[in-house]
């Protein structure tokens, strides 16, 4: 700031006083007098001492009026210089009030956009939560299916297509559930992250409005203003305070620490479409394998059925068939036995011929070679006949077998057609779809 001109200060001249001596001749009495005259003053130095007084009295008034001058230079150059700081000060507020404004903004569209991305986020934690229910149906469904084979009896009691596609079917369900599970606490978690970060977001924005209506009100005050008043300990820098690079940092890195959790967030309700759509379409096509096995499965047993059931019609008709022919061999052998006994009672009646008359005559030959081939007919027959027994035992056993099997079939078609088959009409339709119900 320009210094107040100074006068410099010159001494006055001196006014020199001539006394005129007198002539008169000195008294004898001077020693009379001697007290009067060393209590006073000599002429040249009351002359001395009143140019001295005028002089001071120059002096003082020339300082004076040089210090009045000093005093209006002073009065004006402070009320300039309190004028310009004021309002430097104002411009400076002014300026911090755009800064403060400027962060402001971006911390509350921040905070919009992490708000909104947490409720998509918790939506579609919601659709997690109702996949995972909806996988409750077909997991017990599954796991129905498997328990109701197990009934099957032991003929058809084995490990088949339908098992097979049944088993990773039921596996297939538990990663999907252990996964959706995983997602949702993962999902969990990062809604707390959005959460927390958005309450930071909302702390760091409450206190810039709180200063951006502080430093508002300090733009306003003036020297009119009746509310302002001495506050000396407050010209000070706290230990604490920040500075403007700390202070706009602290809001960048909140902002940039938001953005961070509202991607991540993006990403994984990308992963959550991604997964319930792949899990919906994986139990979707395990479903038509599974349904194709058991259809598949059915046509074979009914297949099976109806050939056992045929070679059963026909075991039945080769059972009536072999009876009448047990009948038959009976018969054929009663009435051997019939012209068997003709033949010995001849030969025996003919053993009683007397004397000579005991003739190897050609009846008697006759009569034996009858005898020996009815023997041999008889016991054709009867081996025949033991065959035919033997062979209807067989029959017999064979249907037996037959009605058993076929029972088996019609229990395991039961099972997997009316039991398991019907049971998984109650299988919903599409995962996906359920998420939003």
Known sequence: EPQPPVIPSCPLPSKICHVDRSERPRSCCGMAMAGFRTAKYQLPEWHRRNAGVCYKAFTAGEQAERGRDEAKHLVKHAAASAQRAQGHSKATLGQRLQDIQFW????????????????????????????????????????????????RQPPDLVIDEVERQLVKEADLIRDIRDLLKRTIIQATTQIRSNRIQKENCELDWSDKVETHHIDDKCVDYCTDSTNVQFHPSSVKFEENASTPKSWAQFSHDNISRAEQEKLASVQLRSLINNIIRDASEDLRMQRAAANEAFDSHCRDLDEAKLRLEQHLQQILKDIGEE??????????????????KVAHTRLYDRSFRPNVELCRDEPQFRLVSEVEELTVFLEALKRKLMESEQNLKNLEETRMKLEKEIAVKANSIFIDRQKCMGYRVRYPVDLEVASYK
Do not use: H, S, W
């Open 104 to 151: 402001k903004v971006e911390l509350q569209k921040e905070i919009m956009e992490l708000d909104a991305e947490t409720n998509l986020l918790a939506a579609q934690k919601l659709r997690l939560e109702r996949a995972l229910d909806a996988t409750e149906v077909p997991y017990a469904v599954v796991i129905d299916n498997l328990e109701c084979r197990e009934r």
């Open 323 to 340: 009876e009448a022919n047990i009948v038959n061999l009976k018969k054929a052998i009663r009435d051997k036995e019939a012209f068997l």
